[in-house]
């Protein structure tokens, strides 16, 4: 069977938004996609890899003319891709070279809140550095880096501090999947961006707090770009970056592609697709066989009906190895009898946002789930379909199944793992959660200015035998 809608409701896409800014087709020469470099480790033992990131500013040619300023990880703009292996203890020095404080967030990675994870309670201040370690203890999968210091998320993203961390493990490595890094298996960052006078970005002159937007597809930090395809099939690690964009992929001629992975790793079995689309955050591994082109040939991907990289096909060997029907096992641990089912609720739009009818507070705990427990989480969207989004919910510190939507069942690609899902509106969306860590946590929505402005709530992870108390920031000892 092979998919050719999008399965989100149509009505609630962002291109029904007053404030919609519909991408257009750069007019700058096609230029050769960035595929960002692997990051090296300082160190690596059998056992254990060093790694030292550092934020940091810089500037870039994306555009004829002037630079751009931007902001990145160990480079100029996004950052080098990060890799973990599972079972090996990672230590990583995080270093903060910007004028400002940031955060160092590790968007899917199972890792002990609030200060492994990253988010708003462990800030790095200019011209510091702090030090962080913790097992790589789950599936092969593309997760993210990105910053969060509340409330400039937004702000920090956008500006660049954004980039693909890859988790690599023995399962996935006996799949018949390409991976060969930088030739068919590549990162593919979604972002967009406005251009204002010498060739800058500014934020506040773009900011509607419904996400900034931009008219400009920006693709791993590239403009306009184009892929060299030298093998038959091309693995693409597809991330949502930006900031509120919805992202509608099709390929020229509907070729149709095969989605092996979600969020938090290798689906149980490959999807076959015309259509997908990506609510923010949310990442996505395709392949595509490119088996009935010819050298010379060009296919594009589109976002709606906007080209976004043009890949140009060259001489390649045939591979038409087939997958197998089942990838992988994915665990679906039952419910723990009588734990309470948990409720959340993304109200409102603009500055009117709210989790549970309320606005994040840093110094307040909204939840908790006993570690150990699995438990269901009811996420809901009350916004009016004729004139709502979908939210994307992500949850912090864990990666979930995806249980229901309005007691239906979840759309096809949502049977792995994940931790981000995009909510319509008036629907529920049931999750199963569980954790393997103790700590304060985040959920909120994903398009990054409501999780600034507010749609945002934190949860404990808690253990009743060993209880703990955590150090939490507020905006004014930032
Ligand atoms: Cu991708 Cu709270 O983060
Ligand atoms: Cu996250
Ligand atoms: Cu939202």
Redesign the pocket.
Known sequence: KVYTDYFFDEPAYNTHDGGFVPLEEPKTPQQKLKVPELLEPDRETDTDMYYTVIAQTGEVQLLPGEKTKTWGYNTNLLGKTILFKKGKMIHITLKNELPELTTF?W??LNVPGPVTDG?CHAPVYPGKSTQIEFKCDQPAATL?L?A?PCPS?AQHVWKGLATAVVVKDDTEAKLPFPRNYGVDDIPLILQDRRFHEDNQWDYMADYDPDGVQGPTPMINGTINPYFDVTTQKLRLRILDGANRREWRLHFSDDLKFTQIASDGGTLPEPVDFTHLMLTC?ERAEIIVDFGNYQPGDVVTLFCDDVPIVHFRIHAFKRDDRQLPDHLADIPDPDVTPDAPVHKVVMSGMDEEVEMNGKKFDMQRIDDKQKLGNVEYWDVSNTNDMSNGMVHPY?M?GTQFRVISRNGHAPYPNENGLKD?VGVNPGETVRLKVWFDHLGVY???C?IIEH?DGGM?AQFEVYDPDHPKTYKLMDMDTL
């Open positions: 967030h968007h899917g988010g993210w990105h969060h998320t955050a992500h912090h981000t985040m959920n909120h994903h999780e945002m």
